[in-house]
C-alpha cells in the first residue's frame, strides 16, 4: 500500500522528539517535588535523594532526545534511509520507573 500524497519523514520524530521532552520535563517536575517535599515530611535530608536522581535522569532524557533527532536528521539527509537503532533508552526508562515504583512500595510498607 502507497501513501497518497508526499510523506515527510520528519514529522515522526519531530513527534517522538517531543514526547521524550515532555516526559523529561514531567520526571523534572515530579522530582523536584519530591526533593522539597520528602525530607520535610519524612525527616531527613537524606530523602532529597531520590529526587536528585530523577532531575539527572530528566537531563538525561533531554540530552538523548536531543542528540537521537539530530542522528535522525543527518542521517535523513545524507542517505535517505533515516531509521536508527537503539531500545537502550526506552530500556532505562522502563527499569528506572520499576525501580521507583517498587522504593515505592517499600517506603509505603515500612512507613505505612
Known amino acids: 500500500m502507497t501513501a497518497p500524497g508526499p510523506v515527510d519523514v520528519g514529522l515522526q520524530i519531530e513527534r ?34 531520590p529526587g536528585a536522581v530523577g532531575v539527572l535522569a530528566s537531563l538525561w532524557m533531554w540530552w538523548m532526545s536531543r542528540r ?16 536508527i537503532g537503539g531500545a537502550g533508552p526506552l530500556c532505562a526508562i522502563a527499569v528506572g520507573s520499576a525501580a521507583i515504583g517498587l522504593f515505592g512500595l517499600v517506603l509505603a510498607i515500612v512507613v505505612g
Open 16 to 49: 517522538t522528539t517531543l514526547a521524550w521532552r515532555r516526559t523529561g520535563l514531567a520526571i523534572a517536575v515530579g522530582s523536584l517535588v519530591a526533593m522539597r517535599l520528602l525530607p520535610e515530611l519524612m525527616g531527613g535530608l537524606a530523602w532529597a535523594i
Open 68 to 83: 537521537r533527532h539530530h542522528a535522525f536528521v543527518e542521517r535523513a539527509a545524507a542517505s535517505g534511509s533515516p531509521r
